[in-house]
């Protein structure tokens, strides 16, 4: 069964850092990997999907990257605000199955 | 504008007690799924739909009970086999198995 694991599991960074939150997953035959935001007490918020034909997508200050080969994603975040502090949650779905998420990663950034 | 609505947002259930958790999608999308989260642990899928009239168990589907009548309309019931049911339930849909996820507000249920 697909494992994915998120490191680090909280992450402290401040005011206009650029950080890195990186996903790894044990089974490389992926259909697709996203990226989600949590914040406490909500649902979750889609971030960026990445195909498993692609390596990278972005959205704004956002850039997911998709290395296959080597069961890795990283989510690069510049110039970071305090209002992106919140879970990110990494997923993977091989072929045929369900989501596979990992235990997500805690962001706080300080003013 | 279209979205995933979830009813209710908090839940209290006694002991006992069948609990029914109402997911709504106005995204015309034909998949649709819940998720069950606890603290420390990544979300763990329930049951999930692909198409209306069809339904297929997820990890952890014992205790839980669904149907697909509409294809906007996925509830979820609790029921009083599940052990241990207090958690925060999350509902999400797509346009097919494989597609980009959307997930709803989510509803906590608490077991009193």
């Known amino acids: 069964k697909q494992e994915v694991t998120q490191i680090p599991a909280a992450l402290s960074v401040p005011e206009g850092e650029n950080l890195v939150l990186n996903c790894s997953f044990t089974?490389?035959?992926?259909?697709?990997l996203q990226w989600f935001r949590q914040d406490p007490g909500k649902g979750l918020t889609s971030l960026l999907l990445?195909?498993?034909?692609?390596r990278e997508q972005t959205s704004g200050r956002l850039n997911a990257s998709l290395d296959k080969s080597s069961g890795r994603s990283t989510l690069y975040i510049a110039a970071s605000q305090p209002g992106d502090s919140a879970t990110y949650l990494c997923?993977?779905?091989?072929?045929?199955?369900?989501?596979?998420f990992g235990k997500g990663t805690s962001l706080l950034v300080t003013p | 504008d279209g979205g995933i609505t979830q009813s209710p947002k908090y839940l209290f259930r006694k002991e006992g007690q069948n609990v029914t958790l109402s997911c709504e999608q106005n995204l015309n999308h034909d998949a649709m799924y819940w998720y069950r989260q606890d603290p420390g642990q990544g979300l763990r899928l329930i049951y999930y739909?692909?198409?209306?009239?069809?339904?297929q168990k997820g990890d952890i589907a014992e205790g839980y009970s669904v149907s697909r009548e509409k294809k906007e309309s996925f509830p979820l019931t609790v029921t009083s086999a599940q052990k241990n049911p207090t958690a925060f339930y999350l509902c999400?849909?797509?346009?097919?198995?494989?597609?980009?996820?959307?997930f709803g507000p989510g509803t906590r249920l608490t077991v009193l």
């Open positions: 997923a993977v779905q091989n072929p045929g199955d369900a989501l596979n």
């Open positions: 089974d490389s035959a992926i259909y697709n």
């Open positions: 739909s692909q198409i209306v009239n069809d339904f």
């Open positions: 990445i195909q498993s034909s692609q």
């Open positions: 999400a849909s797509s346009i097919g198995r494989g597609g980009e996820q959307f």
